[in-house]
C-alpha cells in the first residue's frame, strides 16, 4: 500500500508528530493514522484536519492545477447570484 510508512521518515506526519496506531476514544483513528493527529486533539481546529486533508490529496494528483478553487461558478451560483 502505498500509504504505509517504509523509513523512519515517514514514521512522523509532516509536522513532526509521530504518527500513530491508535487513536484516543472519539477521535479520528485514520487521521492520527496519516497527519499524527486529528481535529478532536487539544489545540487543533476542525479547520486545520480539513485543510491537511486537501493539501494531501491534492499533493496527490500528478496534474493537478495549481488551485482547488473553481475555475467557474455553480449553475446554484448563477441561478441564485
Known amino acids: 500500500m502505498a500509504d504505509t ?3 523512519a521518515a515517514e514514521h512522523a506526519a509532516p509536522n513532526g508528530r509521530p504518527l500513530e496506531v491508535k487513536a484516543p476514544p472519539g477521535h479520528s483513528l ?3 493514522q496519516v497527519h499524527g493527529w486529528c481535529s478532536k486533539c487539544p489545540g487543533i481546529e476542525l479547520w486545520e484536519e480539513l485543510y491537511a486533508w486537501r493539501n494531501r490529496e491534492r499533493a496527490a494528483q500528478t496534474d493537478a492545477p495549481f ?3 473553481a ?3 455553480s449553475r446554484e451560483v ?3 447570484g
Open 78 to 80: 448563477e441561478r441564485h
Open 5 to 7: 510508512p517504509t523509513t
Open 71 to 73: 475555475p467557474a461558478a
Open 30 to 32: 485514520v487521521a492520527h
Open 67 to 69: 488551485t482547488d478553487l
